[in-house]
Every structure is written in structure tokens, then in C-alpha cells.
């Protein structure tokens, strides 16, 4: 297609590349951004709009990011919105990278990411009134009723909404006119395919890999509890944990006195590297999850996933196929652990299926045709 000829695909964000310009942020949207450059900059031109701390324009081979300066921290959005609204043709598209910073326009083509449900965990220790919240149950529940207002209120903001897992939809379809549920369109996140084929046969060494962020729901209490139960009872386990957040510390201090725990972090070129020399991944988060793509990424590397029974991972696994469905408690994990540790056939079988499970249902491929036929569908 000729430059010329070609339309603009907008994607906005809060931060793409860092506030003054100087590399990508390392995070799962900005992962997921970079996807949507790889699967329409030869047909559309691509521009990243973001704050800043002071304007900018960048230039790569395949897209450009505008930073401009934000006067606030409220209606992030609509600041970055008006800041292109003027060059706005009607032919262009607007995506939203996060529906949570969708803004409501008269513009037709407009595209919000609903990363997975936040509404199915209350983060008690980070809110305004938060112990007097988990003390008093109905409070707790007018929280989530007010919860559920914005997740709707972000819902109808544009005209076409991207779910990474079906329950989302499921939600849209409970709390609002089934006609609505038109909007929406699954497609699951993806992990793409390593080479390397699995040699993880009946390791002398177990190695586990939690690779997230370090915040409470995504269960780090859970994991510190879990690598302290079981290193008493097993000599032959090592953890690895890879991520920052801020609990980083607390779990450093916490797990300083295990020698078969590393805590540090890897880069996004190195994310379907280093879990290659794994053989299970923890995901014990409490909840606000999609389809994840650490999880996802682990699985494309033979790792057996255990993961909590919560949002979107239930889409990804199959309890006893291709990993282990969990209650988020540290029993519940450690039991699934030491069965496969005792197992090594199940372990390297169900690793096997973890793979396949990506290859089949969460390529880069089948992303890719997913989002070329939602242009389509609103062209």
C-alpha cells in the first residue's frame, strides 16, 4: 500500500516509552502495543500518544510516538485526545491501550483493551477507608457496586471493546442488555513459539518460576509462604523470581535466608529465554487477571503452570491437562508442587500439553487474524 494511501491507527496510553523519551517502559501493555505495531504498521501508519514531561516526537521504522505534556493526573485520556483531535481524520482509528483510559468522542472508530476484570478484588491496604472496608461487608459491597458503575461506564465508552478472556464477556452479558454484548470481541493474549524443543526429562533439580509484578494480588504473600513450606520438606527445588514492584523488598528480607531462592528481573528479549530452565511457573494471584502472558510465555517453554482459579487463567488451563486449577491458598499450591515433583512422567506430560496449548490456541498467528478482522468489522 502506498504511504500516502494509508491511514492512521492511534494508540493512546499513559506511558509507552518513559516521560522523557528514553526506551520502552517494560510492562504487559507495552508488550501488548508492540504487538499491535508488528500486526498493522505495513497497512496503516502508527501513532503512540502518551504523557510526558515534556513534548516530544520520536521516530522509529515502524511508528512514532508523540509525548505531550499532561496538566493533571485526571482524565489522562481526554488530555491526550485533545492533543490530537485537530489531525483526527474520520478514517482513522483511535485504540485505547487500557479501556480504563477511554474517553468518550463523537469519532466513530474507536477501539478500547479490557485487560481482565480489576472489580474481583478489593486492595483494602491501597484505598481511602480501606480497614474500614474489609471490616464492614456492606460497605464492601456498595465498593463494588460503585466498581462495577465505572468498569460499565468504561464499557460504553467506545465502540468496539477488546476482552483477552471470556470472563469479561461473561460479566458484560450479566450486568448489561444482551445486544451490547455486540461490542465485544475475545481475543485471548499470546505467547510467541521458542525453537527449542524440551529436554526436561526427569530433572534432579525442580525449578520454579514466578515472573510478575510484585503486589499483593498477585500473591506474593502466597509465594513467600510457598517456597518457605516447602524448602523444610525438599532439597532438590529452587526458586527463581523475576519482576519488580513495590513488595520487592519485604520479599527480600523476608526469603534473605534461603539459598535456593534468586530474586531479580529479565527483559522483555529475555522472557521466553530464561523460563526455558524451568520446569513449573506460579501464578498465584487473587485476582484482576486476563489471559496472562507470563503464563502464557512459561507455557510455550514446557513449563507446568499452577495457577489460581481466577479471571481469565481458567480460559488457559485445563486442571490436570496442561497444568493445575488452584484456590489462591499456599496449601493448595504446595500440594499441586509436590505431586509433581514426585511425578516426574506427569511432569514432562503435562508439559508437553502446556506447549502444544500455545501452539494451538495462543500464537502470535491467531492473534494477529483475530485484531485484522476486528479493522475490518468497523472499516
Known amino acids: 500500500m502506498l504511504e500516502q494511501n494509508k491511514n492512521t491507527i492511534y494508540i493512546l496510553y499513559s506511558l509507552f516509552l518513559t516521560e522523557n523519551g528514553d526506551k520502552i517502559v517494560i510492562g504487559g501493555i507495552q508488550k501488548y502495543i508492540l504487538g499491535l505495531i508488528n500486526v498493522f504498521s505495513n497497512n496503516y501508519h502508527i501513532k503512540i500518544v502518551q504523557s510526558s514531561s515534556y513534548n516530544f516526537h520520536k521516530k522509529f521504522d515502524k511508528y512514532q510516538v508523540f509525548g505531550y505534556q499532561i496538566k493533571e493526573d485526571k482524565n489522562v485520556g481526554k488530555q491526550l485526545y485533545k492533543s490530537i483531535e485537530t489531525s483526527l481524520k474520520a478514517s482513522d482509528y483511535i485504540i485505547w491501550a487500557s479501556d480504563r483510559l477511554s474517553f468518550k468522542t463523537s469519532h466513530k472508530k474507536t477501539i478500547a483493551i479490557q485487560h481482565g476484570i480489576t472489580f474481583d478484588f478489593i486492595d483494602y491496604a491501597n484505598i481511602r477507608f480501606g480497614s474500614l472496608l474489609k471490616k464492614n461487608l456492606i460497605l464492601s459491597v456498595f465498593y463494588r457496586f460503585f466498581q462495577y458503575v465505572n468498569a460499565i461506564k468504561y464499557f460504553l465508552r467506545s465502540s468496539k471493546v477488546i476482552c483477552v478472556d471470556y470472563n469479561y464477556l461473561n460479566w458484560v452479558r450479566t450486568v448489561l442488555p444482551r445486544r451490547l454484548t455486540d461490542r465485544v470481541s475475545v481475543i485471548p493474549n499470546y505467547s510467541e513459539i521458542p525453537d527449542q ?112 482459579n481466577v479471571g481469565g487463567l481458567t480460559n488457559v488451563i485445563l486442571d490436570g491437562y496442561n497444568g493445575f486449577l488452584v484456590n489462591p491458598t499456599s496449601n493448595e499450591f504446595c500440594e499441586k508442587i509436590e505431586f509433581l515433583i514426585n511425578n516426574k512422567t506427569n511432569l514432562k506430560l503435562m508439559g508437553d500439553n502446556a506447549r502444544k496449548t500455545v501452539e494451538v490456541s495462543f500464537s502470535f498467528t491467531k492473534w494477529k487474524s483475530k485484531w485484522e478482522d476486528v479493522i475490518k468489522t468497523i472499516d
Open 197 to 308: 524443543r524440551n529436554e526436561k526429562i526427569a530433572p534432579k533439580i525442580i525449578n520454579i518460576i514466578f515472573a510478575r509484578r510484585f503486589f499483593e494480588y498477585r500473591g506474593v504473600y502466597i509465594l513467600c509462604e510457598i517456597i518457605e513450606n516447602l524448602s523444610k520438606k525438599y532439597e532438590h527445588i529452587k526458586f527463581g523470581i523475576y519482576g519488580e514492584g513495590p513488595l520487592e523488598a519485604y520479599m527480600v528480607k523476608r526469603l534473605k535466608n534461603y539459598s535456593n531462592v534468586s530474586i531479580s528481573k529479565f527483559s522483555a528479549k529475555d522472557s521466553l529465554k530464561i523460563p526455558m530452565s524451568y520446569n513449573i511457573s506460579l501464578i498465584p494471584t487473587f485476582g484482576s487477571e486476563g489471559t496472562s502472558l507470563s503464563l502464557l510465555e512459561s507455557m510455550a517453554c514446557y513449563c507446568v503452570p499452577i495457577v489460581s
